[in-house]
């Protein structure tokens, strides 16, 4: 039976107190917190969607200026906000060394000068060419159900609360990125569900959304590509799904496909994140060497 509307807001709420409350978050306190109350987060992710234009610095002196604040946890609740507005690490670039590149992605960051919806493009670029839903996709389907790629390529799958890291392969681990909250993705369409699909960056956050080309590729490929649930017959990709979220805590509401929240057009095309769906359906045709025979769930 679908989920109700209760469990998809539980779910919710329960990812909203994984970013906010941390269990790494229980060391002492030595500094002023950056903010207090959750109604200061709220008023952080107001602000954004009031002036998406506005810097990250502009920002910090607006919502982060009071109080004696380190610059480290300035930084850290400029994250947070982020994170619980649009599910993105604006500051995902300063995890990894200078020049870091990972399958042709390099890990973006919210600069100090620079527009937030302007950041938001460059963290999730549109690819070059876009790839027809209804032609170029037949292929994806039927090759990249991921219980296939787990059993014949020994591709594993791990959860990202990061958007930006969909479908991102790492060749070192054979590990896969899957943005898996499809309860927030399907709550953000449905605020746009009114909304032109190509609605921009910059009008997006205005409703406090991520643009809807994106949500619907990333919940499409979700139901669509790797764990067509609702489709698949043999009942191998709710199998495995099921493994993913018993074990690594993908969320719970992903087993139920329930559609897009909003019609897809016939001439649908993925703008984001085509790229990283032939990468994927390269290792299929032309399969890396593969050292270790190890069981990879």
Same mark, same amino acid.
């Not at 994984?18 to 200061?40: E, G, K, L, V």
């Not at 990061?162 to 054979?174: A, F, G, K, T, V």
């Given at each position: 039976?679908?989920?109700?509307?209760? $469990?998809? @807001? &539980?779910?919710?709420?329960? &990812?909203?107190?994984?970013?906010?409350?941390?269990?790494?978050?229980?060391?002492?306190?030595?500094? @002023?917190?950056?903010? @207090?109350?959750?109604?200061?987060?709220? *008023?952080?992710?107001?602000?954004?969607?009031?002036?998406?234009?506005?810097?990250?610095?502009?920002?910090?002196?607006?919502?982060?200026?009071?109080?004696?604040?380190?610059?480290?946890?300035?930084?850290?609740?400029?994250?947070?906000?982020?994170?619980?507005?649009?599910?993105?690490?604006?500051?995902?670039?300063?995890?990894?060394?200078?020049?870091?590149?990972?399958? *042709?992605?390099?890990?973006?960051?919210?600069?100090?000068?620079?527009?937030?919806?302007?950041? =938001?493009?460059?963290?999730?670029?549109? #690819?070059?060419?876009?790839?027809?839903?209804?032609?170029?996709?037949?292929?994806?389907?039927?090759?990249?159900?991921?219980?296939?790629?787990?059993?014949?390529? @020994? !591709?594993?799958?791990?959860? #990202?609360? +990061?958007?930006?890291?969909? =479908?991102?392969?790492?060749?070192?681990?054979?590990?896969?990125?899957?943005?898996?909250?499809?309860?927030?993705?399907?709550?953000?369409?449905?605020?746009?569900?009114?909304?032109?699909?190509?609605?921009?960056?910059? /009008? /997006?956050?205005? &409703?406090? #959304?991520?643009?809807?080309?994106?949500?619907?590729?990333?919940?499409?490929?979700?139901?669509?590509?790797?764990?067509?649930?609702?489709?698949?017959?043999?009942?191998? /990709?709710?199998? =495995?799904?099921?493994? !993913?979220?018993?074990?690594?805590?993908?969320?719970? +509401?992903?087993?139920?496909?329930? *559609?897009?929240?909003?019609? &897809?057009?016939?001439?649908?095309?993925?703008?984001?994140?085509?790229?990283?769906?032939? $990468?994927?359906?390269?290792?299929?045709? +032309?399969?890396?060497? +593969?050292?270790?025979?190890?069981?990879?769930?």
């Amino acid at each position: 039976m679908p989920y109700s509307e209760d $469990q998809r @807001n &539980l779910a919710i709420i329960s &990812l909203y107190t994984s970013i906010t409350c941390p269990s790494s978050s229980a060391s002492i306190q030595i500094d @002023n917190p950056a903010f @207090n109350t959750h109604t200061d987060i709220v *008023g952080g992710v107001k602000e954004l969607q009031l002036d998406p234009r506005i810097t990250r610095e502009e920002f910090l002196s607006v919502k982060l200026s009071q109080g004696n604040v380190s610059v480290r946890d300035k930084d850290d609740a400029t994250r947070t906000i982020v994170r619980v507005a649009l599910m993105l690490d604006c500051s995902m670039k300063d995890k990894y060394s200078e020049g870091f590149e990972i399958s *042709g992605y390099t890990p973006a960051r919210w600069e100090p000068d620079e527009p937030f919806d302007s950041s =938001l493009q460059r963290a999730v670029p549109k #690819t070059f060419k876009p790839y027809n839903r209804a032609s170029e996709f037949e292929v994806f389907k039927k090759e990249l159900k991921a219980w296939k790629l787990k059993k014949r390529h @020994n !591709l594993r799958f791990r959860p #990202t609360d +990061n958007i930006m890291e969909h =479908l991102l392969y790492d060749p070192q681990s054979r590990t896969v990125k899957v943005f898996h909250h499809t309860s927030y993705l399907k709550a953000h369409l449905a605020r746009s569900a009114q909304q032109p699909i190509d609605m921009d960056a910059h /009008s /997006s956050l205005k &409703l406090g #959304t991520l643009p809807p080309q994106l949500l619907l590729e990333t919940l499409d490929s979700f139901h669509y590509i790797l764990f067509p649930v609702s489709l698949d017959r043999s009942g191998k /990709s709710q199998k =495995l799904l099921n493994k !993913l979220i018993s074990e690594y805590d993908f969320d719970p +509401n992903s087993k139920w496909d329930e *559609g897009h929240i909003r019609p &897809l057009p016939e001439d649908f095309a993925y703008h984001y994140w085509g790229d990283r769906l032939a $990468q994927l359906h390269a290792i299929v045709k +032309n399969p890396p060497p +593969n050292k270790w025979r190890d069981v990879l769930v």
